[in-house]
């Protein structure tokens, strides 16, 4: 089956600075979706990657699909208490519906 | 913006007791998915609906579990006989078509079995 993993488990940083987090699939994917939740929320769509190498960027907010589809990154550029919250990435395999959450990455803005 | 909504938003029961979650996808959304979430982990996927059955399902959609859109606008999940490890919060979630369309999640129903 599809194995997913998302690094880190945690991210404490001050305001200000820069957070990455990446997500690596086992399989060639047909496409990912990156999820965020704040806390006591629940998971709201960000984006959707689907060509290899594409990159796409929302404001503050990068996202990589590499270039053999099977990982992907998020980067925030200066984060914001905003931005405090758990990013799953939600890769597709070929002919799926459904999503496979990653573990996900949970964000602490310190301000 | 329309919204998944969610009902109720807690809910309470006793071990082996039955429950139905339901849930108003959005209205021109042709696919509906559950999903749950143990406290402080990952968002699993349970079961996706299209065309008025089951499309998929995960390993944890066991027997206990079943769905049905009983209208037009209602989406139910069913746990037959709840277990202490049940108690999660379940998403409810639609899209407009399948693979390419992003979910909208509704705010989710907290389960406690006690």
């Known amino acids: 089956g599809q194995q997913v993993m998302q690094i880190p488990q945690y991210q404490h940083v001050q305001e200000g600075e820069d957070f990455t987090t990446y997500c690596n699939s086992s399989?060639?994917?047909?496409?990912i979706q990156w999820y965020k939740q704040r806390p006591g929320g629940h998971p709201v769509f960000l984006i959707q990657?689907?060509?290899?190498?594409e990159v796409k960027k929302q404001k503050r907010l990068t996202f990589q699909f590499g270039e053999a589809k099977k990982n992907s990154s998020l980067h925030i550029t200066a984060t914001q208490t905003t931005d405090v919250g758990t990013y799953f990435c939600a890769p597709r395999g070929t002919g799926a519906n459904n999503l496979f959450f990653g573990t996900g990455t949970r964000l602490t803005v310190i301000p | 913006e329309p919204e998944v909504t969610q009902t109720p938003s807690h809910q309470v029961t006793q071990m082996g007791q039955e429950v139905i979650l339901r849930c108003v996808p959005i209205?021109?959304?042709?696919?509906f998915y559950w999903y749950r979430q143990i406290l402080g982990q990952k968002v699993e996927f349970l079961v996706s609906f299209y065309n008025n059955e089951i499309s998929e399902k995960s390993e944890i959609f066991d027997d206990q579990f079943s769905v049905e859109r009983p209208d037009g606008s209602n989406f139910t999940l069913k746990i037959r006989s709840t277990k202490l490890e049940d108690s999660a919060m379940y998403f409810c979630?639609?899209?407009?078509?399948?693979?390419?369309?992003?979910?909208?999640f509704g705010p989710g129903t907290r389960l406690t079995v006690t």
């Open positions: 399989t060639t994917l047909s496409n």
């Open positions: 979630a639609s899209s407009l078509d399948g693979q390419d369309y992003e979910q909208y």
């Open positions: 209205s021109n959304h042709l696919y």
């Open positions: 990657l689907v060509k290899s190498g």
